[in-house]
């Protein structure tokens, strides 16, 4: 009998958690959700005042508002998804160095504008994987370019990737900044941002990461960061997939 009162306590506590999980998400959503929102009611306030002229500039801006809020929402469509195990993939047996190759090359020309360089560490063949090329390709475009706003120039981002049994990995490293010890078990999360002063035109709302993570857990693997937290010394990213 104790035994069963404990285990209904324990439910009840676990429930309370996940409401109060699901309050503060709302919460973060509809932060999230105001602040593009009032600077989009506010200037065509201000228009319509006629405080502000509505020249083409200032239509622009409104207009980059507008895009910030449908990333927003597709973002959040995407991970409500990925989290309800309902992300449509394509699973195809993909060349995996490849899919690397390419990607590393889409993305060489972005780094080295900012003085940073891409190196690859590749081994001569990869097994090849049942993955969505597309998701994944997604995910590596996401981990490079958070490579890449977290390094200064004169930096270098590795992609590295090594087979093992019975799965693949793949390593995304950079010079950067590095992720303080407090901040790196948070980063996942949903609209975790480890610098709050960065501004949201910049970075993205602190989705990435918790959906670059969904859809590799989607595929059957994991995404796993690890810093020392020491400027220069950087972050290395690394996805698993079962082969
Ligand atoms: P954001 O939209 O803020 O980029 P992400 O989910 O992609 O959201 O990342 C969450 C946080 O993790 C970022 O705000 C940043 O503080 C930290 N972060 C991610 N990648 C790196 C990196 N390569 N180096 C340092 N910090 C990083």
Redesign the pocket.
């Known amino acids: 009998m104790v035994a069963v009162a404990r285990a209904f306590n324990e439910m009840a506590t676990d429930l309370e958690q996940a409401e109060d999980l699901r309050r503060n998400l709302l919460a973060d959503v509809a932060h999230e959700l105001r602040t593009p929102l009032s600077v989009i009611q506010g200037n065509l306030r201000a228009i319509l005042d006629e405080v502000y002229p509505l020249d083409p500039s200032e239509i622009a801006r409104l207009y980059e508002q507008t895009r910030l809020l449908s990333r927003l929402v597709n973002d959040l469509h995407e991970l409500a998804q990925a989290e309800a195990n309902k992300l449509p993939l394509n699973l195809k047996e993909t060349d995996l160095k490849a899919l690397i190759q390419i990607n590393s090359e889409t993305f060489r020309p972005g780094a080295e504008t900012k003085g940073v360089a891409l190196h690859t560490n590749l081994p001569e063949t990869l097994p090849s994987v049942r993955v969505d090329t597309s998701r994944l390709t997604q995910v590596l475009q ?2 490079l ?3 890449l ?3 200064p120039d004169g930096g270098t981002i590795t992609l590295s990737a090594n087979a093992a049994a019975d799965s693949v990995r793949l390593a ?1 490293s ?1 010079t ?4 303080l010890p407090e ?1 790196l078990p948070h ?2 999360d949903r609209f ?4 709050l002063a ?1 501004s ?1 035109d910049k ?10 993570r969904a859809i590799i857990e989607a595929h059957g693997g994991t995404l796993t ?1 690890s ?1 020392e937290g020491v400027p220069g010394k ?2 290395t ?1 690394t996805i698993q997939l079962p082969r």
């Open positions: 996401n981990l370019a958070n490579g706003r977290h390094t995304i950079d950067g900044e590095g992720i901040h980063i996942f975790y941002r480890a610098d960065r949201r970075g993205g709302a602190g989705l990435g990461l918790a959906i670059a960061a810093s950087g972050s990213f």
